[in-house]
Structures are given as C-alpha cells and as structure tokens.
C-alpha cells in the first residue's frame, strides 16, 4: 500500500476532509477557483479545514521521516489492547467503524454503515463502543488504541460536538450518538485511551485500508 494521503478542499463542489483522491478530484476538477491541498496527517488534515486556504500556500505538508532513533522514542505499542478506527467516503459520507485485536487485527465488532456521517464521528462511535465492550466483558485495564486526537477529545469531554447536519437520511446516526454521549455520562471505565502513533507505528491494526 502507498503512502496514505488526506485531502482539504477549501472550495469545491464539497468541502471538508478526504481520504480518496479521486473522491477529492471530483469536488475539484472543473471547478473555478478551487482550494484544495493534500496532507500526510489525519490530524492536520483536520485542523487545516477549519482555517483559511491562504493559511497553507507554499507550505510543507509532507510527513517527515523518522531516524530509527526517533522511532524509538515512542517506544512499542501495548499489543494486549483493542484498536478501534473508522472509514468514510466523502465528508459527509458513508461512515463505518470497527475494532480489532492490536496483536492480531482480528476483528471484534464492525458497525455501519451509515449515511451521511463524518470520520471524526465514527472515530468516537468506535471508542465508545470499544470502551462499552471491554467493561461488560470486566476487561478494565485492557488499553483502547485511537489514531484521532480529535475523538478522544470528545470522549474526555463525554460529548461528539460534530457541526454536522441531521435529517431524515442520518437520523439512526444522530440516535447512535446521542446514545453514546448517554452512556459516557451515566458510566465510568478504567481503561486507557491511547494514540496511536502513526508516523512511528505505521498504520493502527483497525485501519480499514482502502485510502
């Protein structure tokens, strides 16, 4: 598999955060005065969709490389843990999210998918059902791997502060989150939440592989 790549387009047809570049090419191609740019990392994909296109003229958005040395600094990941990941295609899109067995990528649950949902919101969805599973299987201290700095925002917060739009096509999904939040708040748990350090580790075990 290549290099994985995230797309922001400022001005398209869509707007928002891609993981497909021919999803990104069709928001663009024949579209005048299109703002679009690729980066190496989720995160900053992100971020950078909620500034301004002129924020990012010029600049460097390529994943460094890390020395052996470096990579050593994160150390290796808990591999008796559970890593939780989600896929959309398009922003909105159909949203899907799953969990595995870090050891082994064996999968544990898979849910969707959904219309019209967003990354950040499978991403969350995904822990909350990661964390729900382990404390009903009284596995308390097992960790939970996350490569979205964003979701487990939301999940110290007990809240999806999504700025998506619900209607009648993604309803069940606002009913899903709203049961999530419900849970987070009526619920307490042990387990760690980690990030997942991608450009050490390279892609989380629960990555659905199809950027």
């Known amino acids: 598999m290549g290099k994985t790549k995230f797309y922001v387009v400022w001005k398209g047809r869509k707007t928002g955060v891609f993981s497909s570049w021919n999803v990104c090419k069709k928001q663009i191609t024949g579209f005048e005065g299109a703002e679009y740019k690729s980066f190496a990392d989720l995160d900053e994909a992100e971020i950078a969709a909620t500034k301004k296109y002129g924020d990012y003229i010029g600049k460097n958005t390529k994943k460094p490389t890390l020395s052996s040395s470096e990579k050593e600094k994160y150390g290796s990941p808990i591999l008796e843990s559970i890593s939780v990941d989600a896929a959309c295609a398009g922003n909105p899109g159909k949203m899907e999210y799953r969990g595995v067995l870090t050891h082994n990528k064996k999968q544990i649950f898979i849910q969707g998918p959904y219309k019209k949902g967003t990354n ?33 925002s939301w999940i110290r917060q007990k809240k999806c502060k999504t700025n998506l739009s619900f209607n009648k096509e993604n309803n069940d999904l606002l009913e899903l989150i709203k049961r999530a939040e419900t849970w987070l708040k009526e619920n307490t748990f042990k387990n760690p939440i980690l990030k997942w350090e991608t450009k050490a580790w390279g892609e989380i075990p629960a990555d659905f592989g199809r950027k």
């Not at 969805?125 to 729900?132: F, T």
Request: glycine fraction near 6%; aromatic fraction near 6%.
């Open 120 to 152: 950040n919101i499978g991403e969350f969805l995904a822990l909350v059902h990661g964390i729900a599973l382990l404390k009903n299987k009284n596995q308390h201290n097992l960790p939970i791997y996350s490569d979205s700095k964003i979701a487990m």
